[in-house]
């Protein structure tokens, strides 16, 4: 999966620091959000004290409390889901240490789709880091503070969609398509209980008191725990066994595997102890995993028959608090918590699980009474030019809630998140910072650029004098390299499709390295292996090591001749010539790990410094 | 409030963040038809007045795995490093010998390099110039072969075509194709599937070799006057009921050499057969008893030397000798046999950095032992290509 990594180290110092700082700068600007829209409301409702005191929000019912255990708890979620995603190794590591080993056994259409999410992560990571921590303590915040009302509902809509994103993205489809799903270890993905929970607080206040919801909420839950159920004892899935040929059986090995992330020492005994266990008796862990989840199945499924659910109310209390109690142990002894070892970004299924259980329980109890205002006082309702006048707007503005303005407030820090990864992501090249965490940052000139003349591939003369007048992006190339001469090549092709209109006002040069395949045949070669020979404004000057050498020496250029079967060593190093004639910068350009993400982020590097370069004359 | 709109804006941006202006993913191109074989690369050869081997040093596979070349003068008592200098051999080395100490080499494309350096060195490896570079070599030991009277390369490339370089510095032209030489009546007549070696006849055609589908038909085809035409041994017949496949094809000096596999499997046997004028002769057949070959070398005289899976060399002196197990090869990760052109036989084991050469020593009463002769640390530069 190529685009599932940039080839940083993912706890590499300088986009550590930049993801920091981005999260720094928009923290504050989210605190302003809610200092500035507090401020104003208040302001407003003193200098309109009329208008704040209009009632003019139709009423609407009492918040059931089913609801409001969704809510508050999915709200506590997205908050601590959010914080977690501002761990430092997440800005690179999230792509290839969280979605591809989730995506690596589900099949190659979903390893493709969300390839394509992981390319977008890799080349902006400090944008997409801090755009999943603030969308997502926004949609956290969200719903926490609009309890009621149409802002409520779109929370839960923002909870749907990006749990959605999430659940494809994030967990390929939750992996529901890969070998080994057990609802033990998070089927069919954590995301996917946000999305139920986002849909039911989005539901319209009408359906609250409806006696299907209550019913197809236990009966959903019953139909799912039974499905779990045949899941878990299908045969040859390796669950019945605790070892298998020697190896651990797939629950073993799971529960082993997070026996040895870092984490608390209790917690690890704990866990480790679970998993001897497992090894041990294999077949009775299973067993009662797949007992429980047949018998809750039935459980919540006969409750959600009207008859039962009168006459028998403690049959779906004993089957909630049983399932919660199953919940909670296998959230510790199989899932870990969650989220300790390794990126964690999430505290996995089984809270999710236990809140909706919690709250299809619930939904039996009766909802607290209404307080509806007749809708005829709200008199005609003026058109749209009357409601976005200033007047309308202030009024609205004053007569508003404290919940729904810090619900604005919220919508503002998802966008304040979200606004900079969109922008990053219309262009298609990568963030600068990739090549600034390969090389550093590039030392500015001021000199009179060495002169040369040389051959160029089509056997044309070339000095720097004939190309005064443009910018020239120069670098040393060896036309026999293996590694990083091919990506550099690609790096100043790619940079002048970036310049685009500028391309014609700049010269991409490289001169060979090379003492010994020092003939054109060999910059042809090259050209055509890296599809140069299209490239117009592309010349790789060569010439007689005699002529070479002394243009190598005044660019501070060293090459070596290596034993033992070595290409040439040399340094790998761009200079930007303004048109002019003078030096303006040196770039160290040592490809790096050569990743699509890092040559886009070079070319982005060497097309700036080319924009410059022009810019400064 | 109109509750439409923040949602559908919040939507939009969520998606977008993860949904627009995504890398693309560059898909792997399709395999060409009846691509060229891959074939074990450590070989040695020995012609005028030195002794080449190839082999494999530094790391089994991967960026540290080097190729060196190594050269023993006629007459001379120690293999010397002689690998080319400022290019990659990651992807092994393709020899083409002339004679006196010239050679010709062409570098196997690995990692980033798309095409094959050639190179040559007229004193032993000393000093080299390079030659026009190569489409790219196939991954089989003869993909490079030198004409008689020096000049003209021929080549077998990856694409599954055949090239041809008239000498000097001048560049590659295109002589045929697998599939071409599939449809000409020689190669329906062998029902081509596969190219595996490239060289020149003694008369200095062009010479191709390859797998034959039909049973008891060599494929080796022969170039003349611009049509090819079916230039092989006739198999003996007892094998003339298997299908064959040309491992190897060499010219040195006035001899074309080549090792044919003939049959598969456990029945599978070996021959090499030696073209000299315009009559072949054919090997007693080599039992492989489902062994492969690990590496084959030939030398001056007509002598074939081969390394065996399970550690087993065989050596075939000339024609008209019959095949000879080697004592016990010495210890390696692997071994290279080779003939030298003073006579006698070579083992070169490597180990990482280390190549130790051991002699073979006849003792009395027709026993042999392999005696430790040499040790050369080659300083190979690990990482360097990675």
């Known amino acids: 999966m190529p685009g599932m990594t940039n080839g940083l180290n993912v706890n590499d110092p300088i986009v550590v620091a930049a993801f920091r700082t981005a999260l720094l700068h928009q923290g504050i600007a989210a605190l302003l959000i809610f200092a500035v829209l507090s401020v104003a409301w208040v302001a407003i409702r003193e200098w309109r004290p009329a208008a704040a005191a209009d009632p003019a929000a139709p009423g609407v019912p009492a918040e059931p409390a089913w609801r409001q255990v969704l809510r508050i708890g999915f709200g506590l979620l997205w908050l601590f889901d959010g914080i977690l995603q501002a761990q430092p190794a997440m800005a690179v590591g999230l792509p290839s240490q969280v979605i591809q080993p989730g995506a690596s056994s589900s099949p ?57 994103v999430v659940w494809v993205f994030g967990e390929s489809l939750g992996g529901i398509l890969a070998p080994g799903l057990s609802w033990l270890t998070g089927a069919p993905g954590a995301a996917a209980f946000y999305c139920v929970a986002g849909a039911l607080v989005a539901l319209p206040a009408r359906y609250w008191r409806s006696p299907w919801l209550s019913r197809l909420l236990l ?190 407030s919220a919508i503002g820090v998802i966008i304040l998140g979200a606004a900079p990864m969109a922008a990053a992501q219309a262009s298609s090249s990568a963030a600068p910072i990739l090549a600034e965490a390969i090389d550093g940052s590039s030392a500015p000139l001021s000199s009179p650029a060495p002169a040369f003349a040389l051959t160029d591939q089509h056997g044309r003369h070339v000095t720097l004098a004939s190309l005064r007048g ?119 350009f040592d490809p790096g790990p050569g990743t699509a993400a890092t040559e886009s982020s070079f070319a982005t590097e060497l097309a700036t410094a080319a924009r410059q370069a022009l810019g400064s004359r | 409030m109109r509750a439409g709109l923040p949602a559908v804006a919040v939507a939009g941006v969520a998606v977008a963040v993860l949904a627009a202006g995504c890398g693309s993913v560059t898909g792997g191109s399709a395999a060409p038809a009846r691509r060229p074989a891959s074939l074990p690369l450590a070989t040695s050869l020995a012609a005028g007045q030195a002794t080449w081997a190839v082999v494999p040093m530094g790391t089994t596979s991967g960026p540290n795995l080097f190729w060196q070349l190594f050269e023993l003068p006629a007459g ?36 980033l390099l798309d095409f094959s350096p050639v190179t040559s060195t007229p004193d032993g490896g000393r000093t080299w110039s390079t030659g026009a570079p190569n489409p790219g070599l196939a991954d089989v030991p003869d993909a490079l072969g030198t004409a008689p009277r020096g000049g003209q390369l021929i080549s077998l490339n990856r694409s599954g075509s055949a090239g041809l370089a ?96 003939v049959g598969a499997g456990h029945a599978a046997s070996l021959l090499t057969a030696w073209l000299t004028g315009s009559r072949w002769t054919l090997s007693v057949p080599l039992q492989l008893a489902g062994r492969s070959v690990m590496s084959s070398s030939f030398g001056s005289g007509g002598g074939t030397v081969l390394v065996l899976s399970g550690g087993r060399g065989e050596l075939l002196a000339g024609p008209g000798a019959s095949w000879q197990p080697l004592p016990k090869l010495p210890p390696g990760r692997t071994v290279t046999l080779a003939l030298p052109a003073g006579g006698g036989v070579d083992a070169l084991a490597t180990d990482r950095s280390l190549l130790t050469a051991w002699r073979l020593h006849s003792g009395g009463a027709g026993s042999a032992t392999w005696v430790k002769a040499q040790q050369i640390k080659v300083p190979i530069q690990y990482g360097s290509s990675s």
């Open chain 1, 108 to 164: 190659h259409w979903v390893q493709h789709l969300v390839n394509w999410a992981g390319t977008a992560w890799s080349y902006h990571p400090v944008q997409a880091g801090a755009a999943a921590v603030w969308i997502q303590v926004g949609i956290g915040l969200w719903l926490l503070f609009a309890a009621r009302g149409p802002m409520s509902r779109l929370a839960g809509l923002a909870s749907v969609g990006w749990g959605l």
């Open chain 1, 219 to 408: 009966g959903g839950t019953g139909a799912f725990l039974g499905a779990m159920a045949v899941l878990q004892s299908w045969p040859g899935r390796g669950f019945w066994q605790g070892t298998l040929r020697g190896q651990p059986g797939s629950l073993t090995s799971m529960v082993r595997s997070m026996a040895t992330t870092p984490q608390p020492k209790a917690l690890s005994g704990l866990v480790s102890g679970f998993g001897s266990l497992v090894r041990a008796h294999g077949f009775a862990v299973n067993l009662f995993a797949v007992a429980a989840l047949a018998v809750l199945g039935i459980a919540f499924a006969v409750a959600a028959l009207p008859r039962v659910s009168r006459s028998r109310p403690w049959l779906l209390r004993a089957a909630v608090i049983a399932l919660v109690a199953l919940c909670l142990a296998d959230w510790v002894l199989v899932q870990d918590f969650g989220f300790f070892g390794g990126l964690g970004t999430d505290p996995n299924s089984m809270i999710p699980i236990a809140l909706l259980a919690i709250a299809a329980y619930l939904c039996l109890a009766p909802v607290p009474g209404t307080a509806e205002a007749p809708a005829a006082a709200a008199g005609p309702r003026p058109d749209w030019r009357s409601r976005i006048r200033p007047a309308a707007l202030s009024g609205w503005f004053a007569a508003t809630g404290v919940r729904t303005v810090l619900s604005v």
């Open chain 1, 470 to 588: 443009k910018a020239v992006l120069l670098t040393f190339l060896d036309p026999v390299c293996v590694t990083d001469c091919p990506l550099e090549a690609q790096e100043f092709r790619q940079a002048g499709v970036l310049l685009g209109a500028d391309d014609s006002k700049v010269e991409l040069v490289a001169v060979n390295l090379n003492p010994l395949y020092s003939s054109t045949a060999y910059t042809q070669a090259f050209d055509r292996e890296e599809q140069l020979t299209g490239v117009r404004d592309w010349l790789f000057l060569t010439g007689s090591p005699a002529q070479l050498r002394p243009i190598w020496r005044q660019y501070g250029v060293a090459s070596q001749t290596l034993p033992g079967g070595s290409m040439l060593g040399h340094s790998d190093v761009a200079f930007v010539i303004g048109p002019s004639g003078h030096l303006r910068q040196e770039l160290d």
């Open chain 2, 76 to 111: 001379g008592a120690s293999w010397r490093l002689a690998t080319p200098p400022d290019v990659a051999t990651n992807g092994a080395i393709a020899l083409g010998v002339q004679a006196g100490q010239s050679l010709v080499a062409g570098i196997h494309p690995s990692q």
């Open chain 2, 166 to 261: 008239r000498g000097g510095n001048s560049s590659w032209t295109k002589l045929t194709s697998t599939k071409a030489l599939a449809a000409t009546p020689a190669g329906r007549a062998c029902q081509l599937t596969e190219l595996t070696a490239a060289a020149f006849e003694p008369s200095g055609s062009p010479v191709l070799a390859g797998s034959c589908g039909r049973p008891g038909v060599a494929g080796i085809f022969a170039d003349q006057g611009g049509s090819w035409h079916a230039a092989g041994p006739p198999l003996p017949a007892t094998l003339s009921g298997r299908t064959a496949r040309v491992l190897r094809l060499t010219r040195i000096g006035t001899r074309l050499t080549a090792v044919l596999q």
